[in-house]
């Protein structure tokens, strides 16, 4: 059982900065292929981006390309995601994802092939 801790969401102005971090902990946090996934009201919910367990590969939904980076830190170990140029359009409740990889390099990006979710955490762009 791998458990997933969401962090650092909040309230942000249209343009500013949020870096959220999921913890991880059990069995495979170390070398479990990871994701951001996001839901807002009333809409399903959307892949954001995704990372390999060895951190090479990553993968980002159109709608937040060259605004958001992802990225980890297999010895703690965590994931981060830092969202710049947020519009208001990115308010959701983001949720950190986790899976046994099928090798090193693959990442995911359907919500169904996750096997652990966090408990997710509210980023509100607004002025």
């Known amino acids: 059982q791998v458990h997933l801790v969401e962090s650092g969401g909040g309230l942000v102005q249209p343009g500013g900065s949020l870096r959220l971090s999921c913890a991880a902990s059990?069995?495979?946090?170390?070398?479990?292929?990871m994701g951001w996934f996001r839901q807002a009201p009333g809409k399903e919910r959307e892949f954001v981006a995704a990372?390999?367990?060895?951190?090479?590969?990553?993968y980002y939904s159109d709608s937040v390309k060259g605004r958001f980076t992802i990225s980890r830190v297999n010895a703690e170990p965590t994931m981060y995601l830092q969202m710049n140029s947020l519009k208001p359009e990115d308010t959701a409740v983001y949720y950190c994802?986790?899976?046994?990889?099928?090798?090193?390099?693959?990442?995911?990006?359907?919500?169904?092939?996750?096997?652990?979710w966090g408990q997710g955490t509210q980023v509100t762009v607004s002025s």
């Open positions: 994802a986790s899976k046994v990889p099928f090798d090193s390099g693959s990442y995911y990006t359907e919500g169904s092939e996750y096997d652990y």
């Open positions: 059990g069995p495979t946090s170390r070398s479990d292929a």
């Open positions: 990372v390999s367990w060895n951190g090479r590969n990553t």
